[in-house]
């Protein structure tokens, strides 16, 4: 996991995602949360990081991750995909991966099977 967020900052980097301590309390958190641009940074996950490219953010997230990202499983990208989305989601109010990112795996399995 803290592989899977660092790789996040180093793709967005410090001008689009200002930095936060994963141990900040909750105050700390919702205050960074509700900074414009972290809404632009979850907002930009799955846009491409230049127009003249397929290169999401994730998939750059990804390749950080793993190298070599054919060969990842499918729950292991679900699982990085769930992170990225908790950690940047303004209205999920932590920042810490609990039991309920099960479900968010879940629905990020399914649409690996729908694409």
Not at 12 to 29: K, N, R, V
Not at 36 to 56: G, H, M, V
Not at 89 to 115: A, H, L, W
């Amino acid at each position: 996991m803290a592989t899977i967020k660092k790789a996040v900052f180093s793709v967005f980097g410090e001008e689009q995602l200002p930095t936060i301590d994963t141990q900040a309390g909750p105050s700390e958190i919702r205050q960074w949360k509700t900074d414009p641009s972290i809404k632009r940074c979850y907002e930009k996950l799955f846009t491409t990081i230049k127009a003249d490219t397929q290169t999401t953010y994730m998939s750059r997230v990804l390749e950080k991750v793993w190298p070599d990202s054919s060969k990842a499983p499918d729950t292991h990208i679900a699982y990085a995909i769930s992170v990225c989305k908790t950690l940047l989601d303004p209205s999920i109010d932590g920042i810490q991966i609990t039991s309920s990112i099960e479900s968010k795996i879940k629905r990020n399995m399914v649409s690996f099977i729908i694409f």
